[in-house]
């Protein structure tokens, strides 16, 4: 009897300490940072170098654009304009307002508008960014890359960083 009575009790707390414990997490995951797997060559050199099937695993923070503030070199994730059931993982080029030189788009140059920004990947002619569907919406803004954690061996922070060519050609912060 007392082995069954003190069955139960554990079976009790587990359960409760369950129910506490998926809310906590969904809330942590929801608010401030969640882990994502980088696949694809979109962001080579910087994400996944050695290309193949080794793919670098990022920290992703939520926290850091919950009031959809971003600079120019983060890497960001965001819902894809083209199928809002993808998420995207790009660097961003310019913020609202500049005025960018783009590599294929529709228009030779661009000014970025209000509440949007200009995002692509490192390795050019094998991205889909805004050099194909234009600027995006800080709307569709989902995270930070702050980390890659896995593979052990590239663990790093990750500071924002501009391609030495690409930028903006003209900000409104230059107005001044």
């Not at 906590?24 to 962001?43: H, K, N, P, Q």
């Amino acid at each position: 009897m007392a082995q069954q009575a003190a069955g139960r009790r554990y079976l009790r707390a587990f359960v409760s300490g369950f129910f506490v414990a998926v809310p906590v997490t969904v809330t942590f995951l929801d608010r401030f940072a969640y882990v994502a797997r980088v696949e694809g060559a979109s962001m080579q050199p910087f994400l996944n170098p050695g290309g193949g099937s080794e793919c670098d695993v990022v920290l992703l923070n939520r926290w850091s654009v919950r009031k959809y503030q971003v600079q120019r070199g983060d890497i960001v994730s965001v819902l894809s304009p083209k199928n809002p059931e993808q998420k995207i993982i790009k660097r961003v080029i310019g913020l609202e307002g500049d005025f960018i030189r783009t590599l294929s788009y529709k228009n030779r140059y661009v000014r970025v508008p209000d509440g949007h920004f200009w995002i692509e990947g490192d390795h050019r002619g094998h991205s889909l960014d805004s050099n194909s569907f234009g600027p995006v919406s800080v709307g569709l803004l989902h995270g930070r890359a702050s980390h890659i954690i896995w593979p052990p061996n590239r663990w790093q922070r990750i500071s924002p960083s501009l391609p030495p060519d690409r930028g903006p050609l003209y900000t409104e912060e230059e107005e001044g």
